[in-house]
């Protein structure tokens, strides 16, 4: 399974070089941070799901946090850690961190 992570640094459908190289790139999971808009050419390799985080003065950033997948993503919002420092973000800091599953087609299970 090929994972790509990368801050894009506000990025939108304009950076044609940057969506070059992910589609180059061709993983199964793409990760992005600080996203502003994901090109259609994308969308039709890529389920998508796009968060924008909210600042802690309460308001929503200009920009989202992106899953993109080859396979299915289920949004239902959940996180699971031992960590209490990391629940108290993913609560109280909606969209810095993303908790998803993602079910790639390779990796599922025959139905019988």
Known sequence: MKVLTWNVNKAGES?????????REDAEIVLLQ???RVPRCLLRDYQCHLIRPRYFEGHNARFS???LSKGLVDATPYLESRLDWL?????ERYGWIVGCEVTLKSHCCPID
């Open 15 to 23: 950076r044609r070089e940057l969506w070059e190289t992910v589609q």
């Open 65 to 67: 946090t992106a899953v």
């Open 34 to 36: 600080e996203v502003t």
């Open 87 to 91: 629940d108290r973000i993913y609560g």
